[in-house]
């Protein structure tokens, strides 16, 4: 299966500026999955997005599903250090429960 | 309920050696799925077993082989270790039908082939 392209690869962004980054298909998308990474941590999962022009909140993070269903964003409003880590979106190869392939995610680093 | 827990958590191998790594799975989980993590790049999926069979293979080679247990729990062996298997290996489990609740991942094993 084709791997998502994820932009950009890094972003430095001061406390308090917003944060976007972006996730984009040639294919369409039975879903798509965000997950972030901590600095020698492991992924951890955010959120799915199933529908065409989806969009979900937690709290800061917004998350958004293309209305073609071939790309995906997520927003962070008024960045905290905690934010900092690699942010990964992932889609089902095979259809749901199939085999997840990441992008390359984005590495967020926050300046405080 | 408990994470997914993988071990050992470092380990250091020769080239040409084999190696098995461990997971066990998130309770009340059935899928478990491997990932190849080098530094700096994102998961790369290996394979991933479901119901004890592989359900599905990344570009990886035959020496890359794995099993899952009736419990769920799982193995990832690789034989012939070369330089380029140094990496963060990666194991993630979820249930079938998720629900929009992704996977869960362990902590890794990093391996380190010399």
């Known amino acids: 299966g084709q791997q998502v392209m994820q932009i950009p690869q890094y972003q430095h962004v001061q406390e308090g500026e917003d944060f976007t980054t972006y996730c984009n298909s040639s294919t369409t998308l039975s879903n798509i999955q965000w997950y972030k990474q901590r600095p020698g941590g492991h992924p951890v999962f955010l959120i799915q997005l199933v529908k065409s022009g989806e969009v979900k909140k937690q709290k800061r993070l917004t998350f958004q599903f293309g209305e073609a269903k071939k790309n995906s964003s997520l927003h962070i409003t008024a960045t905290q250090t905690t934010d900092v880590g690699t942010y990964f979106c992932?889609?089902?190869?095979?259809?749901?429960?199939?085999?997840?392939?990441f992008g390359k995610g984005t590495k967020l680093s926050v300046k405080p | 309920e408990t994470g997914v827990t993988q071990s050992p958590t470092h380990l250091i191998k020769t080239r040409g050696q084999q190696v098995t790594l461990r997971c066990s799975s998130q309770?009340?989980?059935?899928?478990v799925s491997w990932y190849q993590q080098a530094l700096g790049q994102g998961p790369q999926f290996i394979f991933q077993?479901?119901?004890?069979?592989?359900?599905g293979r990344g570009n990886f080679p035959p020496r890359f082989s794995g099993l899952q247990f009736p419990n769920y729990s799982s193995e990832l062996n690789v034989n012939a270790l070369e330089l380029d298997d140094s990496a963060l290996y990666l194991c993630?489990?979820?249930?079938?039908?998720?629900?929009?609740?992704?996977?869960?991942f362990g902590s890794g094993t990093r391996l380190t082939v010399v």
């Open positions: 993630a489990s979820t249930t079938s039908g998720t629900g929009g609740l992704g996977y869960t």
């Open positions: 992932g889609r089902e190869d095979g259809g749901s429960q199939g085999n997840l392939i």
């Open positions: 077993y479901y119901r004890e069979e592989e359900n």
């Open positions: 309770s009340g989980h059935n899928t």
